[in-house]
Each structure stands twice: as C-alpha cells, then as structure tokens.
C-alpha cells in the first residue's frame, strides 16, 4: 500500500486522530499480503499495530492466528447514536478486522485500439477475446479476477465458491497497486482492470 491510497488514509484518519489525541502515528508502506506480517509475528517482533488488508488476507490471518481478534463494542457508536455493530454495511465487521474502506472497479478501455470498432461496454467483453481482441491488464491477485470472470460466465453471486486458479490465457499481470495510465496500456494492452477506494469516516 501507497501512493494515493496512503495519502487518503493520511487525511481520513490520521491527522484527525492525531489532532484530537495527541499520540503520533508512523506510517509504513507495504505491498500487502500476509508474509511481512507473519515473519513479524515469527520473529515476536510486530512492529505494526494496525494494517490495512484485503478481506481474504483477513479471513486467513485470523484463522492462522497472524491477526488478534477484537471486541466490536470497543468501537464508537456513529454521529446518530447508532451502534457500531449497525452502523456498518452487512460483513463489514470481522473477528478479527473492521472494514473502512469501500472498493469499486472499473473496466478502462484504450480506444485507440478499437477506433472505427465496436468498442467494449460490458464486463464480459473483457473475456471475449473474439469480437475484442488484444491483451487484457488484470491486477496480480485472484480476489475481483476471478469475481469478474465467474460473473461473465454467467455464475450467480450466491453460487460463488472458493475458487483460487485462473487461466492466464491474454492476461498480462501487473502489481497490486493502481497502476499509472502510461502501464494501463503499455506493451499493446486493449482493457484494464482499475481500483477505486472510498474511506468510510467517522
């Protein structure tokens, strides 16, 4: 994590904090995933007290113990009295984690690839390599790849399962933070996946 996504968690939450408590918070950046944290814990020398992860590093940091759970009524009520345990979105609030942060996705287009064409509309033109040819720009991680892919094939939300492997046929991987616009489409890239955040303040 960085870039943008730090400068918003700068401005949502840590100089707010800071102002009202007193205590200073140390920002680190990280690449995310459970290894840094689990050599940390490993080495019963955890450096961070909190961390900022994607629901699946979650579910499995919590079960493997890399995570300590939390009493959700330690959590403030919101503006309106509301208790925190209703104050979020269905799921938001884990054993082991809070969720603060709303993700969306976009499907970007490089139309100089498809001028005088048909150009890409809708989700599962990003798997229709037929009618819109060209490589295709996903994040490395299977979290949304594979939602989106299961979502084309025509899979109901409610049918999704575990699922961790997916072809890399036309599929050329970059890292898992939001690229610039120059990687979008560079090396002849047709579609890109792209992250949005949104931080949930109290």
């Known amino acids: 994590m960085g870039g943008a996504f730090t400068k918003s968690q700068v401005e949502a939450y840590h100089k707010p904090f800071i102002a009202s408590t007193g205590t200073t918070i140390v920002s680190e950046d990280f690449s995310g995933g459970l290894a840094e944290i689990k050599a940390q814990v490993e080495a019963n020398n955890v450096r961070w007290d909190l961390v900022s992860l994607d629901k699946p590093d979650i579910v499995r940091g919590c079960a ?5 759970p939390f009493d959700p009524s330690m959590l403030p009520k919101g503006e309106d ?5 209703k104050d979020f979105i269905d799921g938001a609030i884990h054993e082991c984690a809070v969720n603060t942060i709303v993700v969306s996705t976009i499907l970007a287009v490089n139309q100089e690839a498809f001028k005088g064409k048909a150009m890409p509309s809708k989700l599962v033109d990003l798997f ?11 994040q490395k991680q299977p979290q949304g790849n594979l939602e989106w892919a299961l979502l084309a094939d025509g899979v109901e939300r409610e049918k999704f399962t575990n699922c961790w492997k997916l072809r890399k046929a036309a599929l050329a991987h970059l890292p ?5 616009k120059s990687k979008c489409f560079g090396g002849r ?8 955040w949104r931080t949930k303040k109290s």
Do not use: I, Q, W, Y
């Not at 009295?81 to 345990?85: D, F, L, Q, V």
């Not at 819109?132 to 996903?138: D, E, K, Y």
């Not at 890239?189 to 949005?196: E, F, G, I, P, S």
């Open 189 to 196: 890239r047709v579609l890109n996946h792209r992250k949005c």
């Open 128 to 138: 229709d390599l037929e009618n819109f040819p060209g490589r295709r720009a996903l």
């Open 176 to 180: 898992s933070s939001t690229p610039s």
């Open 64 to 68: 493997e113990g890399l995570l300590e």
């Open 81 to 85: 009295g509301t208790p925190a345990e």
